[in-house]
């Protein structure tokens, strides 16, 4: 699968994790940055990633920031973008199955690593259920 993945400062430590374990994966990963520890602005990282999965150059998006947050917040402004704040592998795989999501933000201050793997794993297996989903995901986009 390719994936497309961005993150600012705070979330740089734990993208290059991330990064790591998705090629493990076999994965093919395109990194929008952040490239350091330095000071970064999440709305540049969260349009970039959001770009890719709408120009379909990616499968899925994976967004990281401290709280999680903003990121998330940026990349829900593009039409067609379902971004989920995610904490736990149970509410990333339900983002998929129930909200069809294409990007998982993670809360790089408020998760450990092996969390913000698992959320990963359980992102890219989990599958949209359609069905009684279906209409209110279509009502997303107001």
């Given at each position: 699968?390719?994936?497309?993945?961005?993150?600012?400062?705070?979330?740089?430590?734990?993208?290059?994790?991330?990064?790591?374990?998705?090629?493990?994966?076999?994965?093919?990963?395109?990194?929008?940055?952040?490239?350091?520890?330095?000071?970064?602005?999440?709305?540049?990282?969260?349009?970039?990633?959001?770009?890719?999965?709408?120009?379909?150059?990616?499968?899925?998006?994976?967004?990281?920031?401290?709280?999680?947050?903003?990121?998330?917040?940026?990349?829900n402004?593009?039409?067609?973008?379902?971004?989920?704040?995610?904490?736990?592998?149970?509410?990333?795989?339900?983002?998929?199955?129930?909200?069809?999501?294409n990007i998982?933000?993670?809360?790089?201050?408020?998760?450990?690593?092996?969390?913000?793997?698992?959320?990963?794993?359980?992102?890219?297996?989990?599958?949209?259920?359609?069905?009684?989903?279906?209409?209110?995901?279509?009502?997303?986009?107001?």
């Open positions: 699968m390719k994936l497309s993945i961005g993150s600012d400062h705070a979330g740089f430590e734990l993208k290059t994790i991330i990064v790591d374990l998705l090629k493990s994966l076999n994965h093919e990963v395109s990194d929008q940055g952040t490239y350091s520890n330095d000071r970064a602005d999440y709305p540049d990282f969260a349009h970039k990633v959001a770009q890719e999965v709408l120009t379909q150059k990616a499968e899925l998006g994976i967004l990281i920031c401290g709280s999680g947050n903003g990121i998330n917040m940026s990349a402004k593009h039409k067609d973008i379902r971004s989920a704040l995610c904490w736990s592998a149970e509410i990333a795989s339900l983002a998929r199955q129930h909200n069809n999501a998982i933000a993670l809360p790089a201050r408020f998760i450990s690593e092996d969390i913000a793997r698992d959320c990963v794993k359980a992102f890219l297996e989990a599958q949209f259920e359609g069905g009684r989903h279906q209409n209110r995901v279509e009502k997303i986009n107001y």
